[in-house]
């Protein structure tokens, strides 16, 4: 069982990754502007369930590869330090695309709206990437299962997201006209989340192995 204080510092890092736009944002968004709030749910649905798979794989695969490799978590670390900066990037770089310019998609049935949300996630590198780098930063073998603690750090991950990613569906179109008449807000936002993610990278970077 991952200590409190490692859940809560993971469970801020997961809202911080949620609230960074990516694919996952955009489709939502446009899905739930142009065919409405339940559409948006029915195709977080499918999202979610594209989470438990990534996040499976990834704790079964973390749990064989800190066993087997002395030094795979210093390998990993380092790999996920350069992926926090390289997200860092995207949210700072000039002419980085808004989540919430909103994409004109056709209006579909429920099996296909979940199974788009489903695609959506396993197609999506980002969240692949983000298990294998995030997870081993907040898993200490010395606490039990590994196993079982990347478990855990994975769910809390998937409920913030779709906590988040519901709030953000049900007020996609208030939250598009408010960025759109004040475009400055998403700037700083950018920024703050980039400086956070930049500053995160630093720390795996330098921390000594557990």
């Known amino acids: ?20 736009p990516g694919p996952n944002m955009i489709y939502l968004i446009s899905r739930s502007i142009c065919q409405g709030r339940v559409a948006g749910l029915i195709s977080l ?5 594209g989470f438990v798979v990534y996040m499976l794989c990834a704790a079964y695969g973390l749990t064989a590869l800190l066993m087997a490799v002395p030094f795979a978590y210093d390998a990993i ?3 996920g330090a350069a992926y926090l900066l390289w997200l860092a990037w995207q949210a700072v770089r000039p002419g980085g695309r808004s989540s919430f310019e909103v994409k004109d998609l056709p209006q579909d049935g429920p099996a296909r709206l979940f199974s788009m ?15 294998l780098s995030l997870l081993p930063q907040f898993i200490d073998p ?9 478990v855990i750090l994975g769910s809390v991950q998937i409920a913030t997201s779709v906590t988040v990613n519901s709030a953000i569906i049900v007020s996609a179109a208030f ?3 408010f960025l759109q008449r004040r ?3 998403a700037l700083v936002q950018r920024w703050l989340m980039g400086t956070v993610l930049a ?9 000594a192995r557990r």
């Open 1 to 20: 069982m991952p200590e409190l204080d490692n859940l809560l510092a993971f469970a801020a890092i997961a809202l911080g990754m949620v609230l960074t």
């Open 45 to 49: 649905g499918g999202i979610a369930l």
């Open 77 to 79: 670390r380092i790999a």
């Open 117 to 131: 949300g489903l695609l959506t996630a396993l197609l999506n590198p980002k969240i692949a990437v983000m298990y």
């Open 142 to 150: 010395a606490k039990g299962s590994v196993l079982g603690q990347a």
């Open 175 to 177: 939250i598009a006209r």
């Open 183 to 185: 475009p400055g807000f």
């Open 199 to 207: 500053g995160l990278a630093v720390r795996m970077a330098t921390e």
